[in-house]
């Protein structure tokens, strides 16, 4: 397993710098507006709440670099993830994307002054929900599979005490928010979109769990919500 995995790693390389690097400036590189003080400040965050996360949890899980680079080549997955992974990864992608068209095209207007700075902390209040939950889980993957490779067990410290998938909902937390910061109304379309995907995910990966790893129903039983604690 370690020589294959290894082996995912470089691979995986090319398309993680372009994510890492690329998709966080897009709102400047499309409306051209190199003065934005919103973007650069959304492309900072998501830089450094990308790379910081990963080194954290590798520094902590040194086999989660692998586990990660398997949506390269990936085996073992739940098949209705093979569609819907992807589909959340472009739909993330989205967001600043029309963010982009949105400020060069001006189809919003601007929010206020104290929405945004909300809309700042949430940003990063997502963010270090999602690193937290990578760097506590040491089978945080980027597709739903059962480990059977690295001994997969349940994972109910950190913020899996609160909810059961702390990654996801960090991540719409920061997906919510960035609309607001980036004055960009029209991109609410693709948060919704990929909100609805999300929950898809979540209650598929919840079910898929309790069936197929031991203890995990156990768990949902002591933590009874999926995102939001005290609703879902």
């Given amino acids: 397993m370690g020589q294959q995995g290894d082996r995912g790693v470089p691979r995986a390389i090319v398309p993680t710098m372009i994510v890492m690097f690329g998709i966080p400036f897009l709102p400047l590189l499309i409306s051209g507006r190199w003065g934005w003080a919103e973007a650069w400040a959304y492309a900072i965050i998501s830089i450094l709440g990308l ?10 899980h040194p086999d989660i670099a692998a586990e990660r680079a398997r949506f390269v080549r990936p085996t073992n997955v739940a098949p209705w993830d093979k569609v819907l992974a992807p589909l959340v990864g472009i739909g993330s992608g989205l967001i ?3 963010a982009g068209l949105d ?7 601007p929010f206020g002054g104290a929405a945004k700075v909300a809309a700042l902390i949430a940003i990063l209040a997502g ?4 690193s937290y939950a990578m760097v506590e889980n040491r089978f945080f993957s980027g597709m739903m599979r059962i480990q059977t490779n690295r001994d997969h067990r349940v994972v109910a410290t950190g913020p899996y005490r609160w909810v059961r998938h702390p990654g996801y909902a960090g991540a719409l937390l920061a997906y919510l928010a960035t609309p607001v910061l980036l004055d ?22 919840d079910r898929a769990l309790q069936e197929d790893l031991p203890g995990y129903r156990e768990y949902a039983a002591r933590v009874r919500f999926r995102l939001v604690p005290g609703v879902w």
């Fill in 184 to 205: 960009a109304a029209w991109a609410f379309v693709p948060v919704v979109a990929l909100g609805v995907a999300v929950g898809i995910r979540t209650r598929l990966e």
């Fill in 127 to 130: 963010y270090v929900i999602a």
């Fill in 103 to 109: 400020a060069r095209f001006r189809w919003s207007a």
């Fill in 96 to 98: 600043p994307l029309v």
């Fill in 51 to 60: 790379v910081v996360s990963r080194l954290l949890a590798v520094r902590r």
